[in-house]
């Protein structure tokens, strides 16, 4: 393997106004950790995000926009002067460590429950149940048909962004990616097997991908284009309630080659999540089909490891890797990539079960060498 020298990841690079120490994001990751009654970030995620302040770039779990964006339980928000308070901890300290950090702004769109709502049904483009489940405090409970969204509703969402783009700034990140894929809000507004819509937010491929330039316009506002990064999933199907068709692709494609006018600090997108191999209208190499159409930065996530993070950065197919389990489990994983040093295996029973364990009690090299 390379020395840190010659290793692509290990490189600085500049993201719009922001520059980084290396090519190694910490992917954006539910925890469910925020578990008081504000979904405020607490100690526990400051000690955990600072722990992996090595990062190049920390984007933050999605943190909902609003008490009508969540959908999963003990998951942080960025909409209350509680957990504005809880996230300025965190920046503080990943600052003071030479981190930089992001806020994911999060909206899940229909996959939630009425149980987050006081009973009232989750607000989504259409009325279209997704058939998936919601992370509830009574465990993982079955969708429901969501409630279409009038054009007031609509606008209400783009000021929230707006409002909560606002507020990372005043607690102190970096920037803000908008999370626009997995299946969440943005998501059920690009497809047409969850948009039904016959207004200014339905029908055509431009009109699926209004509401999210509508936000991107609003969110400048509060923070500058190159401290914003966006994220999108092209081939997801089959989870998260989403059923790609023909149009998927050139919908993204519409998209990013929009994104090319304004000058964000990168476009986040992933791999397929599942195996397409046997579905024709569906790309199975995002970063290779889309980095020709995009002028900025590329950011690629999904089963990413060194050797495969390192070639794919060489091979200018992207610019920045995205690491999400290889970061749950080794803090130091830009130290363990520098040395090509062993890494430490993830436990997934702990990945959303709260508490310290699994969270940040992963040892670091030096501990494991004594």
Known sequence: MDNT??????????VGDVSLKNRMVMAPLTRSRAEDAENAASDLHVKYYTQRAGAGLIISEGSQVSKQAVGYVNTAGIHSLAQIEGWKKVTDSVHKEGGKIF????????????????????WAPSAVNPNSQSFTPDGFKD??????????????????????????????FDGVEIHSSNGYLFHQFF???????????????????KFLFDVLEEVKKEVPEGRIGLRLNPSLHGVFGMEADEETIPTFEYIVKKLNAYNLAYVHMSE???????????????????????????MINN??????????????????????????????LPKRFAENAPLNEGDPDTYYQGGEKGYIDYPFLEEKEV
């Not at 020298?5 to 500049?14: E, G, R, T, V």
């Not at 509703?153 to 607690?171: C, L, P």
């Not at 497809?191 to 431009?206: A, L, Q």
């Open 5 to 14: 020298s010659n290793q692509a990841l290990l490189k600085p690079i500049k």
């Open 103 to 122: 806020c994911q702004l999060w909206h899940v769109g229909r996959i939630s429950h009425p149980d987050f709502h006081n009973g009232e049904k989750p």
């Open 143 to 172: 969708t429901v048909d969501p409630h279409a969204m009038s054009l007031g509703e609509i606008k209400q969402t783009i000021g929230e962004f707006k409002q909560a783009a606002k507020n990372a700034v005043e607690a102190g």
């Open 191 to 209: 497809n047409r097997s969850s948009n039904k819509r016959d207004d200014d937010y339905g029908g055509t491929i431009e009109k699926r991908a």
């Open 272 to 298: 397929p999540f599942t195996d397409i191999s046997d579905i024709d209208f569906l790309i199975g190499n995002i970063a290779e089909h889309f980095r020709p159409l995009y002028d900025g930065n590329l």
């Open 303 to 332: 089963g990413f490891d060194q050797k495969t993070g390192n070639k794919v950065i060489s091979d200018k197919k992207a610019d920045m890797v995205a690491y999400g389990k290889l970061f749950i489990a080794n803090p130091d």
